[in-house]
């Protein structure tokens, strides 16, 4: 997300004046909160809800390998008693190999939808560029920061509920626009 608000940056330094400045108080330096359009905006939180029912989809498929793997752990168990040691060794060795090799995968695919959310986040925030660069340039800023990085600043100058209400004026939940990343099932 920081690359993204160093692109926001670098537009909205390249911003000269002569745009004049609508009813907010003028100043060459605005805030917004990056996090909170994706939190809040229409598209940031159908993004969210998207990302959160493949969240509960992987669980649940982690859950019931598990519940398999403690079944065929159990099996195993019980075919002690009837195989040789060095029989047992193997089956318990092939067994263990199959755990490590479920808990890298079940990793990977944690793994590989938290970047496609990350990688959603950074569509959005894409998406709102050109609206971000709209409301910087009608206040006549010449700069836009993300909030995190302010230690003090005036309510004035944040432009975040103005780049939300337009976020979701413009785009909406984004369902029209280009999907910013698929989910798989």
Do not use: C, W
């Amino acid at each position: 997300m920081r690359i993204i608000f160093v692109f926001l940056l670098a537009i909205a330094a390249a911003i000269g004046g002569g745009a004049t400045a609508q009813d907010a108080p003028s100043s060459s330096v605005l805030t917004v909160d990056l996090d909170r359009i994706v939190r809040e905006s229409d598209y940031g939180q159908r993004v969210n809800r998207m990302f959160q029912a493949d969240s509960l989809d992987l669980q649940a498929q982690a859950k019931q390998i598990e519940n398999e793997l403690i079944a065929e752990e159990q099996a195993l168990v019980q075919k002690r008693a009837t195989v040789s040691a060095e029989e047992f060794k193997v089956l318990s060795q092939t067994f263990d190999e199959k755990v490590v090799g479920v808990r890298q995968d079940q990793a990977n695919k944690q793994s590989d939808l938290q970047q496609r959310q990350r990688d959603a986040e950074r569509a959005l925030l894409e998406t709102i560029a050109p609206i971000l660069y709209e409301i910087v340039r009608d206040r006549g800023a010449s700069v836009l920061i993300d909030r995190r990085n302010i230690i003090l600043d005036l309510s004035s100058v944040d432009i975040t509920d103005d780049a939300i209400v337009k976020l979701n004026e413009q785009i909406g939940d984004g369902t029209k626009a280009s999907e910013p990343a698929k989910t798989e099932h």
